[in-house]
């Protein structure tokens, strides 16, 4: 089955600076790529997420990055403010066969200082 | 909307008891799924359902039972609590053309002591 390692674990930043967040997967046959927001004492946010015929895709302060041959993906926030620190979850899934589930690395936990 | 709901919020459980997690949505979504969350483990699947009367086991589903008898409840039932199922448990959903687009309940933290 899908293994998506993912790191750091912990990540403090100065406000203003860029906070980059790394995930690799294992089975080549993921095609879909979520990333999750969680915040104290709620559940997780679906806050971008990345499809396999795309290498990057950007939100506002937000992008992601894919490269399928290396199998990994990268979570970029720009100008971070305190609001952005969260527990953030990388997750690997293949749309065709997996009935959405999805197989989660183990979350980063971002500090950002004012 | 109220998206997805479950309850209780917090459970504190003894060693041997049961119980059954709550999750609930309203957004007319096929699939449900339920996560558990350890500490620096991120989630993992417990069940999941693809419809009304169909579920399936996840990743981890020793000491757990679904049931999914409405497209919008999918409970969770714990019996014969242990030590090992203190977590956080999420409740998921997704709808029928993108269920990998899934959207999470706010949790209930369970405690077995």
């Known amino acids: 089955g899908e293994n998506v390692e993912q790191h750091p674990s912990t990540l403090s930043v100065q406000e203003g600076d860029s906070a980059v967040i790394k995930c690799t997967y294992s089975?080549?046959?993921?095609?879909?790529f979520p990333w999750y927001k969680q915040e104290l004492g709620k559940g997780p946010q679906l806050i971008i997420d990345?499809?396999?015929?795309?290498g990057e895709k950007k939100d506002q302060r937000i992008a992601v990055t894919l490269n399928k041959t290396a199998k990994h993906f990268s979570l970029h926030i720009t100008e971070t403010q305190p609001e952005d620190s969260a527990v953030y979850f990388c997750a690997a899934s293949d749309r065709a066969t997996s009935y959405g589930k999805l197989t989660f690395g183990q979350g980063t936990i971002l500090t950002v200082h004012p | 909307n109220a998206g997805v709901t479950q309850t209780p919020k917090f459970r504190i459980l003894k060693i041997g008891q049961s119980m059954t997690l709550q999750c609930t949505q309203d957004?007319?979504?096929?699939?449900m799924y339920w996560y558990r969350q350890d500490p620096g483990m991120g989630l993992k699947l417990i069940y999941y359902?693809?419809?009304?009367?169909?579920?399936d086991k996840g990743e981890v589903p020793n000491g757990y039972n679904v049931s999914r008898s409405t497209t919008e409840d999918f409970p969770l039932r714990l019996e014969l609590a242990a030590p090992s199922q203190t977590s956080v448990y999420f409740c998921a959903s997704g709808g029928m053309i993108a269920p990998n687009e899934q959207f999470f309940g706010p949790g209930t933290r369970l405690t077995v002591l």
């Open positions: 089975d080549s046959a993921s095609n879909y």
């Open positions: 990345i499809r396999s015929n795309v």
């Open positions: 957004m007319n979504h096929n699939y």
């Open positions: 359902s693809v419809g009304a009367g169909i579920t």
